[in-house]
């Protein structure tokens, strides 16, 4: 992670230049900036998410202040980044807007845009009832920086993750057609979790894979493709610690290793979009109800449906893994995750978004790892009585959100 930092830093910087001071950036003066003369900028991630007492009673306080408030970003110029980058095409899903790109060494990274476009999710009903605005406020629960912090805590918990940064994403030359579509915008810049390169800290690596590409190489060699459950159930209780919902088939890569004849695939956990997703309001907590949408649950001290947390994903992947080692791997993360070191991880974040969510959250990280192993014989249950998933998994399987509205929270 160091290495990864390091890189980008000296990539995006340059000793033959001298840089003026951070440039505030804001819609009104955003075209007539040059970005050349500028090291980083400040900006916001959004401001479309701010709002009255009379919708923050009816569609929740969420994270509108972090979504609001001015962080400090270097700019990213494809031409100088890792000695310069080829786009290779977009990617994303329902929501995000993402351009995969390839360094000179082979090792693709893809820019993930922090702020979400869920117009194409509104339901045809939610048009005609004039409901698109409720539809779109529903990114205010995902936080714009969650995704760091996340990636901060999986490497104390010892988790593959992408290292994502933010980063600022000027309109220049090497963007082309994309100029439009991907310039000016803050991204999260982050290794991509499947191709050639290893760029995982794991040796003998043959390939990252997707899940779907994994279950190919598992059809060709039955008996040598096997998975690490332990580091996949070490991966799933952190998801729990951290209140990332959202974790279906597309949300993970894999770090294939090669021994002899042998593979042994260990999980790599991508996508952090919905870490600490947080609903309040009279809507979302509505939508958010178990018998509207079991899947969606809210980042609180407790975990109160786990029903709905339990993926085809896990009865997949899981469903012969001894209850045993999901709580020796949750008495792992609990002595791990100790209180200091969760507090020492909200560095990664600028200080103001510190002030505004770092004690809320770390509180109820603190809260969920004291209950872990009682969750983790929960989930394992769980998975248990749904039973052997008898077809294999594809895209986005297992997230079947049951009322239109609730699509104002699909993940990509």
């Not at 959004?46 to 923050?56: E, P």
């Not at 117009?119 to 939610?126: M, Q, R, T, Y």
């Not at 609903?279 to 949408?293: F, H, Q, R």
């Amino acid at each position: 992670m160091i290495l990864f930092f390091g890189l980008l830093y000296w990539s995006m910087s340059s000793t033959s230049k001298t840089f003026e001071t951070s440039k505030l950036v804001n819609f009104e003066n955003i075209n007539a900036i040059d970005f050349k003369k500028h090291d980083s900028v400040l900006i916001s991630a959004s401001t479309l998410y701010l709002a009255d007492d009379i919708k923050i009673m009816m569609q929740g306080e969420q994270y509108r202040a972090a979504w609001s408030a001015p962080v400090k970003v270097p700019i990213l110029f494809l031409d100088t980044l890792f000695g310069g980058v080829k786009i290779l095409k977009e990617g994303g899903g329902k929501q995000t807007h993402s351009l995969k790109i390839e360094a000179p060494n082979g090792i693709i990274y893809t820019l993930r845009s922090i702020n979400k476009d869920p117009k194409p999710l509104i339901p045809d009903f939610a048009k005609t009832l004039g409901l698109e605005n409720i539809v779109v406020d529903g990114v205010s629960a995902q936080h714009p920086y969650g995704a760091i912090l996340a990636a901060e805590l999986q490497e104390v918990a010892q988790i593959l993750h992408t290292h994502p940064q933010a980063v600022f994403l000027p309109k220049q030359k090497k963007l082309g057609q994309y100029n439009d579509k991907y310039g000016n915008r803050l991204f999260l810049l982050e290794y991509e979790p499947e191709g050639d390169i290893n760029w995982t800290t794991l040796k003998n690596i043959y390939k990252l894979l997707d899940t779907e590409d994994l279950q190919e190489l598992k059809k060709k060699h039955p008996q040598k493709v096997h998975i690490n459950e332990r580091a996949l159930v070490r991966a799933r209780l952190f998801d729990l610690v951290i209140g990332d919902w959202d974790r279906h088939t597309k949300q993970w890569g894999w770090a294939v290793q090669k021994k002899d004849s042998n593979y042994v695939a260990f999980p790599i956990a991508a996508d952090r979009d919905n870490a600490f997703f947080h609903t309040d309001g009279i809507i979302p907590s509505i939508i958010s109800n178990e018998n509207v949408v079991p899947e969606l649950r809210s980042f609180t001290k407790d975990i109160d449906f786990m029903e709905g947390l339990v993926y085809p994903f896990d009865r997949y992947f899981l469903i012969h893994t001894p209850e045993s080692v999901f709580v020796e791997e949750a008495k792992s993360l609990q002595h791990v995750l100790f209180d200091e070191v969760i507090d020492e991880t909200l560095y990664v974040w600028p200080e103001n978004i510190i002030d505004l969510d770092g004690k809320t959250i770390t509180d109820k990280i603190k809260s969920r790892r004291d209950d872990l192993v009682e969750y983790a014989q929960t989930f394992k249950k769980i998975i248990d009585k749904k039973g052997v998933l008898e077809e294999a998994l594809k895209g986005s399987k297992g997230l079947e959100l049951n009322d239109g509205l609730s699509k104002c929270f699909e993940c990509d």
